[in-house]
């Protein structure tokens, strides 16, 4: 069975920092581009950070700066490490994969999600 579970979320003040883990398993995920998205409640899901299969970063314009994605290949983990954390950063986080590699910020082209983490940050 193929899965990501995501860990790490709690409840931080503003300023604090969380670090997000999402493990694969099932198949490896190593050569996917991993994402990481988030929804507030009553907002639409919105894209945070990937990591491509070659390394490559890239960030939502709202985290830019405060979010770090890594992968560890071995582990068939990602990380988001999340600092300078802010009320509106407050949502559930979700992991996902996009097998196809399209370097995507749409959750529709990603195939594998996680079951979510939620994160709340207090001012």
């Known amino acids: 069975q193929v899965q990501l579970v995501e860990s790490g979320g709690g409840s931080v003040q503003a300023g604090g920092s969380l670090r997000l883990s999402c493990a694969g398993s099932?198949?490896?995920?190593?050569?996917?581009?991993m994402g990481w998205f988030r929804q507030a409640p009553g907002k639409e899901r919105e894209f945070v950070a990937v990591?491509?299969?070659?390394?490559?970063?890239y960030y939502a314009d709202s985290v830019k700066g405060r979010f770090t994605i890594s992968r560890d290949t071995a582990k068939n983990t990602v990380y988001l490490q999340m600092n300078s954390l802010r009320p509106e950063d407050t949502a559930v986080y979700y992991c996902?994969?996009?097998?196809?590699?399209?370097?995507?910020?749409?959750?529709?082209?990603?195939?594998?999600w996680g079951q979510g983490t939620q994160v709340t940050v207090s001012s």
């Open positions: 996902a994969a996009d097998a196809a590699r399209r370097s995507s910020t749409s959750g529709g082209d990603y195939s594998y």
């Open positions: 099932g198949r490896t995920f190593s050569r996917d581009d």
């Open positions: 990591i491509r299969w070659t390394g490559a970063r």
